[in-house]
């Protein structure tokens, strides 16, 4: 099985909210956030740096960096559905690559993790993100490109 990345389209955001996998779905609920808001608000702010994993014929994940909270901060961020699962080794085998795509104009990237989300915390890991404080249930985590 092979995933494609193209440039995310605002259609992706409403094609994905309601198949986010369950994990992604309680860091959202946690941080008061909509799914559906979420994912347009990251492709608008990320533009032209969103995009969307597409797995057989459908979103699977959309991706991308928005500017941050300091001028060349930018927020890092990840959300999908359970279809990434079909195309793991892919997808760490290509992460890091598009991760030095979207941070290239940034002089760090950052974000939260929710503590119970094992696969993006291994994931962040695998990127050479460091973590920076638990304040229960997020964990903050940066990495300077």
């Given at each position: 099985?092979?995933?494609?990345?193209?440039?995310?389209?605002?259609?992706?955001?409403?094609?994905?909210?309601?198949?986010?996998?369950?994990?992604?779905?309680?860091?959202?609920t946690?941080?008061?956030?909509?799914p559906?808001?979420?994912?347009?608000?990251?492709?608008?702010?990320?533009?032209?740096?969103?995009?969307?994993?597409?797995?057989?014929?459908?979103?699977?994940?959309?991706?991308?960096?928005?500017?941050?909270?300091?001028?060349?901060f930018?927020c890092?961020?990840?959300?999908?559905?359970?279809?990434?699962?079909?195309?793991?080794?892919?997808?760490?085998?290509?992460?890091?690559?598009?991760?030095?795509?979207?941070?290239?104009?940034?002089?760090?990237?950052?974000n939260?993790?929710?503590?119970?989300?094992?696969?993006?915390?291994r994931?962040?890991?695998?990127?050479?993100?460091?973590?920076?404080?638990?304040?229960?249930?997020?964990?903050?985590?940066?990495?300077?490109?």
């Amino acid at each position: 099985m092979k995933g494609n990345v193209r440039p995310s389209m605002i259609e992706d955001a409403y094609a994905l909210h309601t198949k986010l996998r369950a994990a992604d779905l309680l860091e959202l609920t946690t941080l008061g956030v909509d799914p559906l808001e979420s994912l347009v608000q990251g492709h608008l702010r990320a533009h032209p740096q969103a995009y969307s994993v597409v797995v057989k014929g459908q979103v699977a994940g959309m991706f991308g960096v928005c500017p941050g909270i300091e001028p060349k901060f930018g927020c890092v961020w990840l959300l999908g559905s359970e279809d990434l699962l079909e195309i793991q080794e892919q997808l760490l085998r290509d992460s890091k690559a598009w991760l030095d795509v979207i941070s290239k104009d940034y002089d760090l990237i950052y974000n939260v993790v929710h503590e119970l989300n094992s696969v993006h915390i291994r994931w962040i890991e695998f990127l050479g993100f460091k973590f920076l404080r638990h304040t229960s249930p997020h964990i903050e985590f940066a990495r300077i490109p």
